[in-house]
């Protein structure tokens, strides 16, 4: 298993600012996925973050709105660029490829306000 | 497209008796599918992984089925309690996953 760490654990921002999402995992692994979640909906996969490479983004998000670096096997972080009231919302990473399964070890979110 | 469905109607039952949830996949063919739980304010946790050709895996009290023909999966938890009060989520196995909206899950005492 994996324990996965974030910061910061919420924080409200004014619309046009960028807030930049930090997460550290314990141990090496070999996926790491950004995933974004409204109040009582479903997890929606943002992109996942490769290590030393682009992310791969999924339809309807963009590298300019949401750039992601992975520097290293335990290490991500996703900024939220040129942020709207739209953009609230809980943003969770996670990680996998610990055991082979693909079960995937998320983080507890980063609960996010944009006034 | 890809989907996975869940009721998304909240389960309310009783303590003891069985819960049942139910996922149900379309336009695709998962090698596996997982479930997991969440809290409120908190992520999802890894429960249980079943493979495409495995009918049933238990782990304690719960216990999941993966039905290819219907293309379903089926989530029992067993003598559940209060503290099994959450939501519910399925997931596609492969490379990456995607999520039903999940099921909320009350057990009143």
């Known amino acids: 298993s994996a324990v996965i760490s974030q910061k910061p654990s919420r924080d409200i921002c004014q619309r046009g600012t960028s807030l930049t999402i930090q997460c550290q995992v314990d141990?090496?692994?070999?996926?790491m996925f950004w995933y974004r979640q409204q109040p009582g909906q479903s997890l929606t996969l943002i992109a996942t973050a490769n290590q030393g490479s682009e992310a791969t983004y999924e339809s309807g998000f963009v590298i300019d709105k949401f750039p992601i670096s992975r520097p290293n096997l335990t290490f991500s972080t996703l900024t939220v660029s040129n942020m709207s009231p739209e953009d609230s919302s809980i943003y969770l990473c996670s990680a996998s490829g610990t055991s082979g399964l693909n079960e995937q070890f998320f983080g507890p979110g980063t609960r996010l306000t944009v006034l | 497209s890809q989907k996975i469905e869940q009721n998304s109607e909240a389960l309310n039952i009783q303590e003891g008796k069985t819960a049942t949830l139910t996922c149900n996949y379309t336009n695709y063919s998962p090698a596996y599918l997982q479930w997991y739980r969440q809290d409120p304010g908190r992520g999802p946790v890894f429960l249980l992984l079943i493979r495409e050709n495995e009918k049933e895996k238990r782990k304690e009290r719960l216990k999941v089925t993966f039905d290819t023909t219907l293309k379903q999966s089926l989530f029992h938890i067993t003598a559940s309690q209060p503290a099994d009060s959450a939501t519910y989520l399925c997931?596609?196995?492969?490379?990456?996953?995607?999520f039903g909206a999940g099921t909320r899950l009350f057990v009143k005492a």
């Open positions: 997931g596609t196995g492969g490379f990456k996953t995607i």
């Open positions: 141990s090496q692994v070999t996926m």
